[in-house]
């Protein structure tokens, strides 16, 4: 069963299997009488032939995961469900996830998001009108590098500028290792390559700033209005854009988990990520004097050469160094926050012992 939404108490699951045949599963419950946990039928327009399975969540929201800890489910999750005594559907375990899309949640407790789970392919979207912000394009591609899917950078709004192709050569300067195609929803332009990416029972995922032109893009791939767009309603009653994460059915058989505009998001990056993102800096780098150069005044600095050569423009060392430095930063964090937690764990277990033992 993978997850297509997930409600505080609650995931809501497409049958894994039935997926494609649009059949009613076996042993899926009738939708039962108000209140009671059953068939709920999809979210409107949004999963035409699917049934999503509403299936209770534990208490405390969480689902056993394999490494035996719990953790919160996230949308693309693959789970599995088992039965209560009373016959309701209940989450028991959750698959490992194969690829994961994480953010860095700023906020006091200090944790890491898991946005969207087993996905194959992150779509980067960035317009090119207003200009492409090449700093937030850097930051989105280690987070799809991070993830283990594979990135591919959108340039949306091609129609508005003169030279659609002359700025993609521009952003792939800042995004070695992935295509990046310059597209048009509203004229078309570009978007066969995309379709062709969005073979059956591949999971995709789009992030990027809000009016980017996310939703447009999709609906336009996928030839039907499959998820909310920012355009004024007709009726003038304001913006309906997405609120909440959620996985999609789109037409062709591939699956888009639709996530609301990432305004500011932290990363969450390994070392291979940052090499990845920064493939022409890391190259540069590894040809520095000392293996330890920190690229200031070091002899030899590969680095340094190709920032007065102009090789290496500022702007995207700036953004190396910048983001190596968050990703540093949150790790020792996120480091930090897990021996608190093995301590009070241990604590814990002192405590336990001690009662235990009290009174023999
Ligand atoms: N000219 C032009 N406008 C576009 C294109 N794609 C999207 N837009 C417009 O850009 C605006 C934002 O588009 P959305 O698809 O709602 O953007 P989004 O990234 O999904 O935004 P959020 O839902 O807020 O994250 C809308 O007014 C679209 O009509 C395009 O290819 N060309
Ligand atoms: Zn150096």
């Known amino acids: 069963m993978r997850v297509a939404r997930v409600d505080r108490h609650a995931v809501h699951v497409l049958p894994l299997d039935a997926r494609w045949s649009g059949m009613a599963p076996d042993g899926v419950p009738d939708a039962g009488p108000d209140g009671v946990p059953g068939v709920t039928s999809g979210a409107p327009g949004a999963h035409a032939g699917d049934e999503l399975l509403r299936v209770d969540l534990d208490r405390d929201g969480l689902v056993p995961a394999p490494d035996g800890g719990r953790v919160p489910p996230t949308v693309g999750d693959v789970v599995v469900v088992g039965e ?5 559907p209940h989450v028991t375990g959750l698959e490992p996830r194969r690829t994961a899309v994480v953010r860095d949640s700023a906020g006091g407790s200090s944790r ?13 979207a960035e317009h090119l009108d207003p200009d492409p912000d090449l ?4 930051r989105l591609l280690t987070i799809a590098w991070t993830s283990g899917a594979r990135p591919v950078v959108v340039l949306t709004k091609a129609d508005l500028v003169p030279d659609p192709d002359g700025m993609a050569a521009e952003v792939a300067l800042a995004a070695p290792g992935s295509d990046v195609h310059p597209v048009s929803a509203t004229t078309g332009t570009g978007l066969d390559p995309l379709r062709a990416l969005l073979t059956p029972g591949t ?55 639709d996530t609301p505009g990432l305004r500011a998001v932290g990363v969450v990056a390994d070392d291979a990520a940052l090499e990845a993102t920064f493939a022409d800096v890391a190259a540069l780098a590894a040809r520095c004097r000392f293996a330890d150069c920190a690229h200031r005044t070091e002899p030899g600095c590969a680095v340094r050469a190709a920032l007065e050569t102009g090789e290496l423009p500022e702007r995207r060392y700036r953004s190396w160094l910048r983001l190596a430095r968050e990703a540093a930063w949150q790790e020792r964090r996120s480091n930090a926050r897990l021996a608190a937690l093995e301590k009070a764990r241990w604590k814990q277990r002192t405590v336990e012992y001690h009662a235990s033992t009290r009174g023999r």
Request: proline fraction near 3%.
């Open 135 to 138: 700093g937030r394009v850097e």
């Open 112 to 124: 890491t998001q898991v946005l969207a789970a087993n996905v194959d392919l992150v779509l980067v």
């Open 84 to 88: 209560r005594l009373d016959g309701a």
């Open 203 to 257: 999971t995709l995922v789009v992030l990027g700033p809000s009016g980017a032109g996310k939703s447009t893009l999709v609906n336009a791939l996928a030839g039907a209005d499959v998820v909310a767009t920012g355009e004024r309603r007709a009726d003038g009653r304001g913006r309906h854009t997405t609120t909440r994460r959620e996985l999609v059915r789109l037409p062709g058989g591939a699956l888009l988990i």
